[in-house]
């Protein structure tokens, strides 16, 4: 089984404006090493034996590829694969890799939004994806923190209580899926292959046709570093204590 790590980080960044005017929103610093977040992704892909790369690329793509280059610095190979004008969303990112060539339909896929920081043990999560035979296996966390007050409403209207910034037990997406190859030819036939959603658009259109999709339950650090408030919140401390296994040998 080949697998092959997959990194979204072409995306414009716009919810962590005015940052990403200056930086690509993988590129941002992170704990007080002020390490680029998409260095803590490829750290923890290493640490997990997942060493073959693609990075799918696009906005201010020359900031990653002067910083990683062709991955050596963190003994894994990197391929980049540059969006083409046209296309819109992320499995339509990732076919275009499946025609660029930089992954076929007998890989095992590890598709990784890169605006997550997670401590992910993912050579696990891609273990469950093989032993249950799954075409689709996404990682789901439970206790996610809505970032906004809740209101419970009576029925003609009256706030009967509110909850501030509420946690939800039911589980979510991390934004790290594994894919089994065969879904590439499956993407490959939509009928609408240049605006196509991974989350949006194919996992629910597996389910449907009741394909094997997976949920893997992480009780795993992670954190959505999609906005500018999400990005001010980040305890920068508590990520290096979460991440020092990653720097090990440099202290």
Not at 10 to 16: K, N
């Amino acid at each position: 089984m080949n697998t092959r790590g997959v990194i979204l980080c072409g995306g414009p960044g716009t919810r962590l404006r005015p940052l990403t005017y200056y930086f690509q929103k993988v590129m941002v610093p992170v704990g007080k090493r002020q390490k680029p977040l998409l260095e803590y992704v490829i750290r923890n892909m290493k640490y997990y034996g997942i060493n073959d790369l693609i990075l799918l690329v696009n906005y201010k793509a020359e900031q990653i590829m002067n910083y990683f280059e062709d991955g050596a610095r963190f003994d894994v190979k990197i391929r980049y694969v540059h969006d083409k004008p046209d296309i819109r969303g992320t499995a339509a990112s990732i076919l275009n890799a499946y025609h660029e060539g930089a992954i076929s339909e007998t890989d095992t896929i590890l598709v990784y939004y890169g605006d997550i920081l997670s401590n992910l043990n993912l050579k696990a999560l891609v273990d469950y994806h093989s032993e249950r035979q799954a075409i689709a296996t996404l990682a789901l966390a439970s206790g996610f923190t809505i970032r906004v007050g809740v209101a419970k409403l009576e029925d003609n209207g009256k706030i009967r209580g509110f909850v501030e910034k509420p946690k939800i037990e039911k589980p979510v997406s991390i934004g790290v899926v594994v894919i089994s190859g065969t879904v590439l030819k499956m993407m490959d036939e939509f009928p609408q292959r240049r605006e196509l959603d991974l989350m949006g658009d194919v996992i629910p259109h597996l389910i449907e046709q009741g394909k094997p999709v997976y949920g893997y339950l992480t009780d795993a650090y992670w954190y959505d570093i999609g906005s500018v408030e999400a990005y001010e919140k980040l305890d920068h401390n508590y990520v290096d204590e979460v991440f020092s296994y990653l720097f090990e040998k440099e202290t």
